[in-house]
């Protein structure tokens, strides 16, 4: 497949994986993306997943037509990228490794060392393979430390690692946005500022084509998909509407959290319900990232809240939570204190504003908790 005349995808898709990076589901698999400039030196840009090393040699080999690669470089030093390292060495034992310090550093805890064909960059180097040339541009922690786009000068192509990447296979037909956005609060989340950071760099290039690590080649409304990540970036809510999340035994709570999204949804506001035993709680996180409002409803349990709450709120104030409405709807049977201790999760996270509606249900939704319930979702309307 080619991206340009003498760019071409040499990645592969894995729609076996049961978890990716061990915990995120990938209904239509993920791609680990590759590729090769061509010409007077050839360079291939980032190696796969280990699950597919096999498939992605076959790929270099078919795409090389017989010549040798000169060069490859290494964005990001994840396994999901860096895991075929050694076997490109040992089939292509002349070609030099392109990476910066940090990269060697990390590479030799990998591998052990040896790196003895490797040519070492700094910001902004450039490194000319004929009438194509890249220029590095470093992105720290954009998720790990090595992280370096590279920019190719001739046909302004942006190779930029893990960024604008997204889960789901190559061949699958599904919407961008949504993948991408589960990708990168749960994945990059945490690291806003750095993004900032490299978005601002990237904004001085004149970029034609996008080529992430995952996911498709992105080469048209290129100002869509860096608007998004402006967006998710400076932790802003995207879009208004209410992420409802409830943790429930006996579906009491449950009943107030549906009761709570039918009365919001009747005054016209957009509700995502979430019960988080049983959802994908990275879709729940990219909801709470995504709308501008969040409510959590749990019940009490040992005196703390139930451990799929706790697990939830960990995973928001992980990738650093902020700027949202947050209210709370709290059940017990003889001391509900749910609320109280949700709450005081959020305190610590920047510019939360709380409700000051609180539904507490004591065991069955009864008339004072219907009135709660109704309170709470004309507050929350306004
Ligand atoms: C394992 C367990 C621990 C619980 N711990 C408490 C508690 O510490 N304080 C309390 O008031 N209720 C406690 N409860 C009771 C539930 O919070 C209460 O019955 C609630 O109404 C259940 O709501 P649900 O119908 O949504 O599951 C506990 C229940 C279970 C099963
Ligand atoms: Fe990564
Ligand atoms: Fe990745």
């Known amino acids: 497949m080619n991206i340009t005349e003498n760019i071409k995808y040499i990645g592969v898709n894995d729609k076996t994986i049961d978890l990716f990076e061990g915990q995120y589901e990938v209904p239509n698999g993920v791609s680990y993306n590759s590729y090769m400039i061509v010409d007077q030196k050839i360079a291939v840009m980032?190696?796969?997943d280990v699950r597919k090393t096999e498939e992605w040699l076959d790929n270099v080999e078919i795409a090389l037509c017989g010549r040798v690669p000169d060069y490859l470089v290494v964005s990001h030093m994840e396994p999901d990228h860096s895991a075929s390292l050694k076997a490109f060495m040992q089939k292509y034992p002349s070609a030099t490794i392109v990476g910066n310090e940090k990269t060697f550093n990390i590479a030799e805890r990998f591998f052990g060392d040896i790196f003895k064909n490797k040519h070492v960059v700094k910001d902004g180097d450039e490194l000319v393979l004929g009438a194509h040339t890249l220029k590095f541009v470093f992105a720290?922690?954009?998720?790990?430390?090595?992280?370096?786009?590279?920019?190719?000068?001739?046909?302004?192509?942006?190779f930029s690692a893990d960024a604008f990447g997204k889960f789901g296979a190559l061949d699958c037909d599904e919407d961008w946005t949504c993948e991408a956005r589960r990708y990168y609060f749960n994945i990059v989340g945490?690291?806003?500022?750095?993004v900032q950071s490299v978005l601002k760099k990237a904004a001085a290039l004149d970029i034609k084509i996008v080529c992430p690590l995952?996911?498709?080649v992105l080469s048209e409304n290129l100002d869509y998909?860096?608007?998004?990540?402006?967006?998710?970036?400076?932790?802003?809510?995207e879009d208004k509407g209410v992420t409802v999340a409830y943790a429930s035994i006996y579906g009491n709570t449950k009943t107030a959290a549906e009761k709570l999204a039918v009365?919001?949804?009747?005054?016209?506001?957009?509700v995502s319900l979430f019960d988080l035993a049983r959802c994908d709680l990275a879709e729940a996180v990219e909801d709470a990232f995504r709308y501008d409002k969040l409510v959590l409803a749990s019940i009490t349990y040992d005196g703390g809240i139930m451990p799929v709450m706790e697990d939830f709120i960990n995973h928001l104030k992980i990738k650093n939570?902020?700027?949202?409405?947050v209210a709370f709807m709290e059940n017990g049977s003889w001391a509900p204190m749910s609320g109280k201790l949700m709450r005081a999760s959020f305190e610590a996270m920047k510019n939360i504003t709380f409700a000051e509606s609180v539904v507490t249900v004591k065991s069955a939704v009864e008339a004072q908790a219907e009135q709660q319930i109704t309170a709470l979702a004309t507050e929350l309307s306004k």
């Open 190 to 194: 945490k690291y806003g500022a750095t």
């Open 214 to 216: 995952h996911g498709p």
């Open 225 to 237: 998909y860096i608007g998004k990540y402006n967006v998710w970036s400076s932790y802003l809510p």
């Open 263 to 270: 009365e919001l949804e009747n005054k016209g506001v957009k």
């Open 140 to 158: 720290p922690m954009v998720h790990w430390p090595e992280v370096m786009f590279s920019y190719e000068l001739s046909e302004k192509v942006l």
């Open 321 to 325: 939570y902020q700027n949202r409405t």
């Open 46 to 48: 980032d190696t796969v």
